[in-house]
């Protein structure tokens, strides 16, 4: 049993000024795994007090000394490896490699990163008759979702450290174990006291709190557009600065000379990985019409490449996140079912065998129309869309044909039709084929996927300000 009912301000792990607590519970064995302290909102002024008061001299260091904090953090976090794996594992329900191979590996490409952007960065511009000055934003709130217990948290504290920013971070009420870990990364690694600081709590209190709060200067948030629009909301009151990273509807656009069989592998790769639950997931599957069964018969075939089960075992997919995420993909899937889609495989229920854990059938949903419920919002599972189109036209017109633009993916050979779908596709990020992960490459919605970039140099100017200065003396 974990059970962590201190929140760590100003460089100490101290009681909840209030008395509830929230149990945590492993999503693949229904079990209570451990219990959290649910913040007050003393609690987080006395967050923002410590923020505040660590603000002047965190955002006067160098940033040779701040490369060396973030490069000391990257190292603290590789020497606890195992801990954040089986920790995320636990948390989230996601398979050991998943965790190891995703979550893992993603927060500590974002500290690493943002090392290396910092070194390349100037902070001071001299043009001509001005200078231009990158400052620090002031201190900052950070409220992250279930699905990404290490990279949500890690992109947004490397970026803010990089720029001088103390925060307070609020992680999810699901997955909040891998927070405290990061803490304590934090400590080993000689953060200063203050510069980071994190109340568990609910997004009701400390997350509407943070959002509202007069004494702090810029919010970071990801998760639902519902809660986004609050936060902008509650920011508007004073005028806060904010970045929002939400949903995603993705397309994944198949070429007429794609593999088949690896165009489906990908499709499937994109339902199974964190079980779906994964903003910029491909949900929607444009295949030419005339590729359709054949596609559909290579769904089928790789399916199995994917096992659904236990996430301490061999498995590729692990269980939903919660029972209420849970419902909520069963209703989907029947929704899709009452709209006329063909159901290709999966459905309502649990796979055979696993009736404990909160387990989804994988599910493929085939003669999809764009404008159908399972086509237009977010599920968050396993549950793929296949829509047909005609012409290169119409398949950058559908993929476009949604409120969100977080990413876009495309498969296939002829470089002109690729480089046609991947400048077409109105999203932040669009992967070409197996383009490799890059961790300098910025991150971010357009429309009702989110406002600001995340990751490298693009992540570290959120949590800046730009101040001139004019008759700057030489
Ligand atoms: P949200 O409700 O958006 O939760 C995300 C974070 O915001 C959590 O830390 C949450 O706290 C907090 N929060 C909740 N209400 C808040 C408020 N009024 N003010 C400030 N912060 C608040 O997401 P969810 O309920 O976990 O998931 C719902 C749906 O959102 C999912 O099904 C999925 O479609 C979408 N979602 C998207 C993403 C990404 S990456 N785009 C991530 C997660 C979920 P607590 O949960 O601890 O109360």
């Known amino acids: 049993m974990r059970n962590y009912l201190k929140h760590y301000i100003n460089g100490e792990w101290i009681d909840s000024t209030g008395d509830e607590t929230e149990d945590v519970i492993n999503p693949a064995t229904e079990e209570v795994i451990g219990t959290i302290s649910l913040g007050t909102k003393e609690d987080l002024d006395k967050a923002v007090k410590a923020a505040r008061a660590a603000f002047p001299s965190f955002s006067q260091t160098s940033k040779q000394e701040r490369i060396e904090l973030l490069e000391r953090i990257a190292q603290e976090y590789e020497k606890r490896k195992d801990d954040i794996i089986e920790t995320i594992t636990d948390e989230l329900g996601s398979p050991l490699s998943v965790s190891e191979n995703v979550h893992y590996m993603m927060g500590y490409n974002h500290f690493a990163q943002a090392a290396e952007s910092l070194k390349e960065f100037s902070f001071i ?208 899937i029947e929704k899709g079912q009452e709209e006329g889609a063909t159901l290709l495989v999966g459905g309502t229920g649990k796979p055979e065998g696993l009736d404990k854990g909160y387990y989804a059938k994988p599910t493929v949903f085939t003669d999809v129309k764009n404008d159908m419920v399972i086509a237009q919002e977010e599920i968050f599972g396993p549950v793929m869309s296949i829509i047909t189109y005609d012409s290169i036209d119409e398949a950058i017109e559908i993929a476009n044909d949604t409120y969100y633009g977080l990413a876009g993916y495309v498969v296939g050979e002829n470089p002109e039709n690729l480089r046609k779908v991947a400048s077409g596709i109105r999203a932040g990020r669009v992967k070409v084929n197996d383009a490799e992960a890059d961790f300098a490459a910025p991150f971010g919605g357009y429309k009702r996927s989110g406002i600001g970039r995340e990751w490298g140099d693009y992540g570290i100017e959120e949590y800046l300000e730009t101040k001139t200065i004019l008759g700057f003396p030489e």
Request: net charge negative; aromatic share 6%.
């Open 125 to 332: 511009e001299n043009r001509g008759g001005h200078i231009v000055m990158k400052d620090t934003v002031g201190i900052s709130g950070l409220i992250t979702p279930w699905n990404f217990p290490t990279n949500q948290t890690s992109t947004k504290i490397a970026s803010a450290f990089a720029a001088g920013s103390p925060v307070i971070l609020k992680p999810a009420e699901l997955t909040p174990f891998a927070a405290v870990i990061l803490t304590e990364i934090f400590e080993a690694a000689g953060v200063p006291k203050g510069v980071f600081n994190l109340v568990n709590g609910s997004g009701s209190v400390i997350g509407n709190g943070i959002s509202s709060h007069p004494d702090i200067d810029f919010v970071s948030f990801t998760g639902s557009g519902a809660v986004g629009q609050k936060i902008m909301e509650n920011a508007s009151e004073t005028i806060k600065n904010f970045a929002l990273e939400l949903g995603g509807k993705s397309p994944l656009v198949v070429l007429d000379d794609a593999d088949v069989e690896q165009a489906a592998r990908t499709a499937v790769g994109h339902i199974a990985t964190n079980t779906g639950q994964v903003c910029s997931a491909a949900t929607r599957v444009l295949v030419p019409s005339s590729m359709k069964e054949s596609f559909e018969k290579a769904v089928k075939n790789v399916l199995p490449e994917f096992p659904v089960g236990n996430p301490r075992e061999d498995n590729r997919t692990g269980p939903l996140v919660a029972k209420k995420q849970w419902d909520t993909v069963q209703s989907y």
